[in-house]
C-alpha cells in the first residue's frame, strides 16, 4: 500500500540553524511527492512538490529532490528563521490515476531567536 | 472566493446529535476532496468527488458519514448519530481535474463532540 513516514517532532532550532526534516515513503505505483505546511490555526499550504524521480521542489528557500533508490523525499532548508515555525506534512499521490493523498504524522518546527 | 472556504470553523454536538459541514470549493475546480484531521495527526482521506459524482468513498470511517455535492460545486460532509471519536479537524480540499495537480486546502472545521 501507501504511506508516508515522517521524522517525530518536534523539533526546535535557532534562528538561521540548519533544516532537515526526513520524510521515507511506501507506493504501490510512481507517486508524486509533496511538501504542505501548515501555520497555527491555519489550513494547510503546498510547500513544494516533486512529479518524477530527481526532480527538485523548492519554494521559500525550502528544497527537497525526490530519491525513488532511497524512497526519500527529505525537506531542507539553509537558513531558517522564526516564520517557519509550523508543522510540516509530507504527502503522496499516486500519479495520474490516484485520487487521494497519504499524509505523514507531521512535524513541529519552532523556531526560536 | 479565492481560496476553500469552509464553515463552520468550529462546532460543537452532544453525542448523537447530526451535524452538516459545508465546504466552498475554488470556483472552476473539478475535483473535491474531505479529510478527517485528528489531533497529532495527519489528514486522513475520506471521500472524493470529481464533479457531481461521488468517485471515491472507501475512507469513510462507517454508515454514519454520508457526503454530497448535488451540483458539482459545494459539498456537504453530514455525519449521523456523532460519536466522540468523531472529534477532529474536517479538512476539504479541491483541485483542478488530475490528482498530480496539489490540492488546495480550506482551513477545516473543529468538530467536537462532547
Known amino acids: 500500500g501507501n504511506s508516508v513516514t515522517q521524522m517525530e517532532g518536534p523539533v526546535t532550532l535557532s534562528e538561521e540553524a540548519f533544516l532537515t526534516i526526513n520524510c521515507t515513503y511506501t507506493?504501490?505505483?510512481?507517486?508524486?511527492l509533496f511538501w504542505y505546511v501548515q501555520y497555527p490555526g491555519e489550513g494547510l499550504q503546498l510547500l513544494l512538490k516533486?512529479?518524477?524521480?530527481?526532480d527538485k521542489g523548492s519554494n521559500k528557500g525550502f528544497e527537497a529532490t525526490y530519491r525513488k533508490e532511497t524512497t526519500s523525499f527529505h525537506l531542507e532548508k539553509g537558513s531558517v528563521q522564526v516564520s517557519d515555525s509550523a508543522v510540516y506534512f509530507c504527502?503522496?499521490?499516486?500519479?495520474?490515476?490516484?485520487?487521494?493523498?497519504?499524509f505523514g504524522t507531521g512535524t513541529s518546527l519552532t523556531v526560536i531567536p | 472566493g479565492a481560496g476553500v472556504s469552509q464553515s463552520p470553523r468550529y462546532k460543537v454536538a452532544k453525542r448523537g446529535q447530526d451535524v452538516a459541514l459545508r465546504c466552498d470549493p475554488i470556483?472552476?475546480?473539478?475535483?473535491l476532496f474531505w479529510y478527517q484531521q485528528a489531533l497529532g495527526q495527519g489528514p486522513e482521506f475520506l471521500t472524493y468527488?470529481?464533479?457531481?459524482?461521488?468517485?471515491?468513498k472507501s475512507g469513510l470511517p462507517s454508515d454514519r458519514f454520508f457526503a454530497e455535492r448535488p451540483e458539482g460545486s459545494v459539498s456537504t460532509l453530514k455525519i449521523q448519530r456523532t460519536q466522540q471519536e468523531d472529534s477532529a479537524v474536517y479538512l476539504c480540499?479541491?483541485?483542478?481535474?488530475?490528482?498530480?495537480?496539489?490540492?488546495?486546502f480550506g482551513d477545516g472545521t473543529r468538530l467536537s463532540i462532547l
Open positions: 480540499a479541491s483541485s483542478f481535474a488530475g490528482t498530480v495537480k496539489p490540492q488546495h
Open positions: 507506493a504501490t505505483g510512481y507517486p508524486s
Open positions: 516533486a512529479t518524477k524521480a530527481d
Open positions: 504527502a503522496l499521490s499516486e500519479g495520474d490515476t490516484g485520487n487521494q493523498f497519504y
Open positions: 470556483s472552476g475546480h473539478v475535483s
Open positions: 468527488f470529481q464533479n457531481e459524482a461521488q468517485l471515491d
